[in-house]
């Protein structure tokens, strides 16, 4: 009983610090976040967020919200084909009547061709972004229940980023979109994806986030005239915003991504304050892996009458791309066991596949990697211990394909999306369900 009291004590502990230092930032953040809720909750009335600033949706200019021009293949389309549309992209709920758009011409007229561009290293849409873009184009607020690794940072990304193209220029510290994220690494890949769609129209983004020197974030928000895209942890956004860095009164489109794992980390109190200085007339886009009654009243404060997408089983599943293998073997074989599975998979091809290791704890990720090392596998950990340079090297190596073996712990397990990942290896099993899916879905993932 001590040795599991002592384990689920280290576990919270790596989650703490993997996540952007939420301990630190709670205290603080309580108290102002019991003002923003009472300040802003209320009726939904007059198509208000209840968790929101009714003030600033008076005031402040309107924008525009409804994008969606459905092509005349798509408007023509029976009941019966929308199903079956749907159906085989395993689009298992969706509560608005719309037809999902399966190909990227039937969005060329709702989104500029500067922003669809974006798409043009993909073959077809996938299923979250098939069945969003038509209702976040339109102006609807959504919830999105989908696996990780399912494409849903252009689900959300396509729209927001034709909105911010109907608004004035961004200015230095007011984003016009505002994308919260539970890991620095799920940050930093979200704002890849980002970065990498808004160079063909000339959108800026930025990414907030802990463990790295504010005074160069807050740089990058005033270069270039300013940045319509922010992506950020809540702690580090926060004290943003206390040091009066960052103002969210022209926020229009928030996005809460793994909005289950920001709540299981404890960035409630973070997001209710932040989400009540935006304005209350906003878009917002929820993205979960899961649909558990604390999501659903997320959403119910945050969101004014979502659409509720659900791609797959209502429960969190891993995806039918990945083949899965279970082996149980004795604690004191896990090592050997582990070097002939390295062999088996890796040993003599080149270059070797990529293959990430996951261990359950900081010392452990840190004494399987060196283990490797000895035995000459090129190999690089990633853990929350580590200091975030050293650790942007480590997914550095592993990208390029110079360390193919990545030995990680949990803090990894959301915020990567390397593609190219051949096998996920559990050398310990993960705590919960969730993580365990969350760990396998590094491999099989979508565009």
Same mark, same amino acid.
């Given at each position: 009983?001590?040795?599991?009291?002592?384990?689920?004590?280290?576990?919270?502990?790596?989650?703490?610090?993997?996540?952007?230092?939420?301990?630190?930032?709670?205290?603080?953040?309580?108290?102002?976040?019991?003002?923003?809720?009472?300040?802003?909750?209320?009726?939904?009335?007059?198509?208000?967020?209840?968790?929101?600033?009714?003030?600033?949706?008076?005031?402040?200019?309107?924008?525009?919200?409804?994008?969606?021009?459905?092509?005349?293949?798509?408007?023509?389309?029976?009941?019966?084909?929308?199903?079956?549309?749907?159906?085989?992209?395993?689009?298992?709920?969706?509560?608005?009547?719309?037809?999902?758009?399966?190909?990227?011409?039937?969005?060329?007229?709702?989104?500029?061709?500067?922003?669809?561009?974006?798409?043009?290293?993909?073959?077809?849409?996938?299923?979250?972004?098939?069945?969003?873009?038509?209702?976040?184009?339109?102006?609807?607020?959504?919830?999105?229940?989908?696996?990780?690794?399912?494409?849903?940072?252009?689900?959300?990304?396509?729209?927001?980023?034709?909105?911010?193209?109907?608004?004035?220029?961004?200015?230095?510290?007011?984003?016009?979109?505002?994308?919260?994220?539970?890991?620095?690494?799920?940050? +930093?890949?979200?704002?890849? @994806?980002?970065?990498?769609?808004?160079? =063909?129209?000339?959108? *800026?983004?930025?990414?907030? &986030?802990? #463990?790295?020197?504010?005074?160069?974030?807050?740089?990058?928000?005033?270069?270039?005239?300013?940045?319509?895209?922010?992506?950020?942890?809540?702690?580090?956004?926060?004290?943003?915003?206390?040091?009066?860095?960052?103002?969210?009164?022209?926020?229009?489109?928030?996005?809460?991504?793994?909005?289950?794992?920001?709540?299981?980390?404890?960035?409630?109190?973070?997001?209710?304050?932040?989400?009540?200085?935006?304005?209350?007339?906003?878009?917002?886009?929820?993205?979960?892996?899961?649909?558990?009654?604390?999501?659903?009243?997320?959403?119910?404060?945050?969101?004014?009458?979502?659409?509720?997408?659900?791609?797959?089983?209502?429960?969190?599943?891993?995806?039918?791309?990945?083949? +899965?293998?279970?082996?149980? @073997?004795?604690?004191?074989?896990?090592? =050997?066991?582990?070097? *002939?599975?390295?062999?088996? &998979?890796? #040993?003599?091809?080149?270059?070797?596949?990529?293959?990430?290791?996951?261990?359950?704890?900081?010392?452990?990720?840190?004494?399987?990697?060196?283990?490797?090392?000895?035995?000459?596998?090129?190999?690089?950990?990633?853990?929350?211990?580590?200091?975030?340079?050293?650790?942007?090297?480590?997914?550095?190596?592993?990208?390029?394909?110079?360390?193919?073996?990545?030995?990680?712990?949990?803090?990894?397990?959301?915020?990567?999306?390397?593609?190219?990942?051949?096998?996920?290896?559990?050398?310990?099993?993960?705590?919960?369900?969730?993580?365990?899916?969350?760990?396998?879905?590094?491999?099989?993932?979508?565009?």
């Amino acid at each position: 009983m001590a040795k599991e009291k002592k384990e689920k004590k280290e576990k919270k502990r790596e989650r703490e610090v993997g996540a952007d230092d939420a301990t630190a930032a709670a205290p603080s953040s309580k108290k102002a976040a019991k003002k923003s809720s009472s300040s802003h909750r209320g009726d939904i009335g007059g198509g208000l967020a209840k968790v929101g600033d009714r003030d600033l949706a008076a005031s402040a200019p309107p924008f525009k919200r409804d994008f969606y021009v459905p092509a005349s293949s798509v408007a023509a389309l029976s009941k019966s084909e929308i199903a079956e549309r749907r159906e085989s992209n395993g689009i298992e709920e969706c509560t608005l009547d719309v037809a999902p758009c399966v190909a990227f011409a039937e969005m060329k007229g709702s989104v500029p061709p500067n922003v669809l561009a974006a798409t043009s290293a993909f073959q077809r849409p996938s299923p979250i972004q098939a069945q969003s873009w038509p209702i976040v184009l339109s102006g609807r607020d959504m919830v999105g229940i989908a696996a990780t690794g399912s494409g849903k940072t252009l689900a959300f990304g396509l729209p927001a980023l034709t909105q911010i193209l109907s608004q004035p220029p961004a200015k230095p510290g007011q984003p016009i979109c505002l994308v919260l994220a539970p890991t620095r690494e799920l940050a +930093q890949q979200t704002a890849r @994806v980002f970065d990498e769609a808004g160079k =063909s129209c000339n959108v *800026r983004c930025v990414c907030v &986030y802990g #463990g790295a020197p504010k005074w160069e974030q807050k740089k990058q928000m005033r270069e270039g005239g300013g940045c319509a895209v922010v992506v950020a942890t809540p702690g580090r956004l926060r004290d943003f915003m206390n040091d009066g860095d960052v103002k969210l009164d022209r926020v229009t489109t928030l996005v809460l991504d793994e909005a289950d794992r920001m709540l299981d980390l404890g960035f409630e109190p973070e997001i209710r304050e932040i989400a009540g200085a935006t304005r209350a007339d906003r878009q917002t886009v929820m993205f979960s892996a899961t649909w558990p009654m604390s999501i659903q009243g997320l959403a119910s404060e945050f969101m004014r009458d979502p659409v509720k997408v659900r791609i797959g089983a209502e429960g969190l599943k891993a995806s039918h791309s990945i083949t +899965q293998i279970v082996e149980v @073997v004795e604690p004191n074989d896990k090592d =050997s066991h582990l070097t *002939r599975l390295l062999k088996k &998979y890796c #040993g003599g091809q080149t270059p070797t596949p990529r293959t990430l290791i996951f261990a359950l704890y900081k010392k452990e990720c840190a004494r399987v990697a060196e283990n490797l090392r000895r035995q000459n596998w090129a190999c690089v950990p990633i853990h929350g211990d580590m200091t975030q340079r050293d650790r942007e090297e480590s997914v550095a190596a592993f990208k390029d394909g110079s360390k193919p073996l990545l030995v990680a712990t949990d803090v990894a397990a959301r915020g990567l999306d390397i593609k190219g990942v051949e096998y996920v290896i559990n050398y310990t099993f993960p705590l919960t369900t969730e993580d365990y899916v969350h760990r396998i879905g590094r491999t099989g993932r979508a565009g």
